[in-house]
């Protein structure tokens, strides 16, 4: 029971930390249900990556244009 | 009337550039009727009349003068509402938005627009392109106009059902995730997510920078293709955009399967995710149909469709949360409730996860698209399930993941929603055509050959008839 507490309070401390100082009863639980996806959708990337696989952002100086 | 409704776009192009069908006396046919069955689709937040009818009437002052524009010349459409054309407000399907008039036109606007296009009006969404079907919005959800106690798919859901109903020939939407696949999928029609780039997002609101797509909804394959030559090219308002014009080529689109090489993805639909049997069996019975017409299908093998999503996922909650973080700590109840549910996922995603998702997401369009090298097109489900009673939030919420349109979104492939028969009762299937960057041509090719021997182009609902 204590856990469920401690992450219910652990989660409005996050959300108080991040700006979301407006929110009602009823979106705390709609905040819950986005924590628990996030972490559902998170848990499913796959990890098989090397730290030289694929470079994510590739900056080019100068930006590029294109004509029209 | 209903031959009016459900003239295509190219025959109703034709018609008016002969001087056979009056715009005029078209886009007055289709307000009336519009306005009579509106009451029960909820397609559009709102209708423009005046407007359409004042294009209308330039249109048909142009063509009598010998001005005619092409294909889309006095033709109606509609759009999304997160679409902005000049003038007339940009809602987004939200109360957050209900007053922004929008002080230009998107690029696809004008594009439409410059090709004598008559804007029709502001098609319902999801909120914000996410959050929906929901009920606690400034206005009601879209319905199927098939049966209109079941979901139109989304988020592009207005613009399904105007253009399954014979509301509008031909409207636009955005596919972020599959939200132009979906509810063409569940409205029995044509949608296509075209390739990343191909489609200037200049003016449309954002729903994840990276993975956003404008893409146009019609009944024909070949209308479909007049729709996204119109709004194709580069723009340098989007700098994604590429400098890759295309042509809606109809003798190309004519040219007809035999040697085709189609590869079919059934892991999505038989490993990954159990499809409903209607669904499943709607797809093996158009691959048998493209094998009659000289295709040869062979099966490919891709990464676990929850990767994809997975990673689609990630990318897309981080990116809607970055939009949306200054309102939701000032406006948080101005939010409908799934919408804030949802965009709210953003807030938990970590940096490394986002950053490793982009790198994961390069990999996984490597994956794809070494499996061009064997076939010209691919083939798989594009909804897993019929559509669902509207009012099950619950079905709806499972329904959400089961889908096989977020990998493309992801690497950025042009991907078609191409109608493949019914239910047994009475409800759309569909299937997906998914091709090489920048090679719509393929798709609609293998698309149209299909739909013409299929003809489930021929059936529509009976909404609106006496």
């Known amino acids: 029971m204590s856990s469920i507490n ?43 990556l090397s730290p030289a696989d694929e470079p994510a952002h590739i900056y080019l100086a100068g930006s590029r244009q294109v004509s029209g | 009337m209903s031959e009016l409704a459900y003239l295509s776009l190219a025959d109703a192009g034709e018609l008016i550039r002969q001087k056979k069908l009056s715009p005029v006396e078209y886009t007055t046919a289709l307000m009336e009727r519009n306005e009579a069955i509106e009451p029960q689709l909820h397609a559009f937040i709102k209708m423009t009349p005046d ?15 010998g001005n005619y524009r092409g294909p889309l010349h006095g033709v109606p459409f509609a759009l999304k509402d997160i679409i902005d054309a000049a ?13 922004n008039i ?11 627009t410059q090709g004598g296009g008559v804007l029709m009006g502001k098609t319902a969404t999801h909120e914000f392109a996410i959050g929906g079907p929901s009920f606690d919005l400034p206005w009601p959800p879209a319905r199927n106009p098939w049966d209109t106690s079941r979901f139109t798919g989304g988020s592009s859901s207005g613009s399904g059902a105007a253009v399954a109903a014979g509301m509008v020939p031909a409207a636009l939407g955005s ?21 990343y780039g191909r489609v200037s997002r200049r003016g449309v609101f954002p729903l994840s920078y990276t993975l956003d797509h404008i893409g146009p909804l019609t009944r024909t394959v070949e209308d479909n293709a007049i729709m996204l030559a119109a709004i194709a090219g580069p723009d340098t308002g989007d700098p994604a955009s590429a400098d890759a014009p295309f042509t809606a080529d109809g003798e190309a689109l004519r040219a007809g399967i035999k040697g085709c090489r189609v590869g079919v993805i059934r892991r999505f639909y038989q490993e990954d995710f159990d499809a409903d049997p209607a669904v499943a069996s709607g797809i093996e019975n158009a691959l048998s149909l493209m094998q009659a017409l000289g295709a040869e299908t062979v099966g490919i093998d891709v990464p676990p469709l929850q990767e994809f999503a997975a990673v689609n996922r990630v990318i897309l ?9 200054k309102w939701l700590q000032e406006r948080p109840e101005d939010y409908g409730a799934l919408c804030r549910a949802r965009i709210s996922g953003g807030a938990f995603i970590r940096a490394a996860d986002y950053v490793n998702a982009t790198r994961m997401r390069a990999k996984l369009a490597h994956a794809f698209n070494e499996c061009f090298k064997d076939v010209d097109v691919v083939v ?6 019929p559509p669902l009673a509207i009012e099950d939030a619950e079905a709806m919420e499972v329904s959400y993941g089961r889908q096989a349109r977020a990998p493309f ?23 997906q055509i998914i091709g090489k960057p920048f090679d719509e041509a393929s798709v609609y090719r293998v698309a149209y050959a299909y739909e013409q021997a299929a003809e489930w182009y021929k059936k529509h609902p009976t909404i609106g008839v006496a």
Not at chain 1, 15 to 28: D, M, P, Q, V
Not at chain 2, 91 to 97: D, E, L, N, Q, R
Not at chain 2, 380 to 385: G, I, L, Q, V
């Open chain 1, 6 to 48: 401690d992450e219910a309070a652990a989660l409005r401390d996050f959300a108080t930390r991040i700006g979301l100082t407006k929110l009602s009863e009823n979106h705390f639980g709609d905040l819950e249900r986005a924590w628990q996806t996030a972490q559902t959708i998170t848990r499913n990337m796959p990890r098989d």
């Open chain 2, 51 to 65: 407007l359409a009818l004042g294009a209308a009437r330039q249109a048909e002052a142009d063509i009598a003068t």
């Open chain 2, 87 to 99: 003038g007339i407000a940009t809602t987004c399907h939200s109360k957050i938005m209900q007053n």
């Open chain 2, 102 to 112: 929008a002080k230009t036109d998107a690029c696809v606007t004008t594009k439409l």
């Open chain 2, 175 to 195: 596919d972020t995730g599959g939200s132009v696949r979906n509810p063409a999928s569940l409205c029995g029609i044509v949608g296509m997510k075209p390739t």
């Open chain 2, 317 to 325: 909650l981080s990116e809607a949360y970055a939009i949306h973080e």
């Open chain 2, 380 to 385: 798989t489900a594009s909804s897993m399930d």
């Open chain 2, 409 to 431: 979104n992801l690497t950025g492939n042009p991907a078609l929603s191409v109608p493949a028969g019914f239910t047994d009762d009475g409800l759309p299937l569909s299937i």
